[in-house]
């Protein structure tokens, strides 16, 4: 099995920044992608971004790109999103994913592990 557990939420005022984390540990895959996701209350959990382990492929959300930005750490076997410039619709409970293989997926099905969530919240 593969835990992941998440970090980094908390509040925030519109314009600022907060840095996600997602530790993962257990069971190990020679291909694999990571992603984030949010589920804001009342909405559908959404894709946010996803990063190819192997080679660091990343892709983004419209919503998010050029704010936020995915990163790996292979050492630590951890992914970051860092969020800049936060909005208010930014308001969700964030969580990471990851699925075998090498193909991004931005529909939430094509995921096999996921971590419990962190909340973000940002204040107009």
């Known amino acids: 099995q593969v835990q992941l557990v998440e970090s980094g939420g908390g509040l925030v005022q519109a314009g600022g920044s907060l840095r996600l984390s997602c530790a993962a540990s257990?069971?190990?895959?020679?291909?694999?992608?990571m992603g984030w996701f949010r589920q804001a209350p009342g909405k559908e959990r959404e894709f946010v971004s996803a990063?190819?382990?192997?080679?660091?492929?990343?892709y983004y959300a419209d919503s998010v790109k050029g704010r936020f930005t995915i990163s790996r750490a292979n050492a630590e076997n951890t992914m970051y999103l860092q969020m800049n410039s936060l909005k208010p619709e930014d308001t969700a409970v964030y969580s990471c994913?990851?699925?075998?293989?090498?193909?991004?997926?931005?529909?939430?099905?094509?995921?096999?592990?996921w971590g419990q969530g962190t909340q973000v919240t940002v204040s107009s």
């Open positions: 994913a990851l699925r075998t293989g090498n193909n991004i997926y931005t529909d939430r099905t094509a995921y096999d592990y």
């Open positions: 257990g069971r190990t895959f020679n291909s694999y992608v």
């Open positions: 990063i190819r382990w192997s080679g660091g492929f990343t």
